[in-house]
């Protein structure tokens, strides 16, 4: 988590940097991070999770001060779709703003795994788009440099 905050806090500090379009994503341990980092740093414009490792204390959930997104596979063993719904109905609950999409027939890794056998083009492509629009979305509230 230090170099999560010191990569964040670097950033900040860069003149070429609007440190109010900083965000995070990762893919599997990066997506467990991602969501570390949100929860962390509540300047963080936003964060979006592929199918990493979700917090399940209450506490932490209702810490969220950032939006956060999620993409997470149906079939995915170690993350199962049950904890997904959990985490963000609680998070809703608690008046966070999270999106989170459960692919049905995607396993863990179904965007960024190079086994053909893993690997969903569909739905990484629409997961991707949804990334894209998140960012869209979060850094529009920031100004000056782009």
Known sequence: MRDLKAAFAYLRSRDDVDATRIGSVGWCMGGGYSLALALAQPKLAGAVIYY??????DD???????PLLGNFGGLDKG????????FERKAKAA??????KVYPNAGHGFASSKDPAVFRAD????????????????????????
């Open 52 to 57: 990493g490792r979700l917090v399940t204390d």
């Open 60 to 66: 932490k959930i209702r810490s969220l001060a950032v």
């Open 79 to 86: 993350i199962p779709p049950e904890s997904v719904r959990e």
């Open 95 to 100: 008046g966070k703003s999270v999106d989170f």
């Open 123 to 146: 739905d990484a492509k629409d997961a991707d788009v949804r990334t894209d629009a998140f960012f869209g979305k979060v850094f529009k509230a920031g100004k000056g440099k782009t």
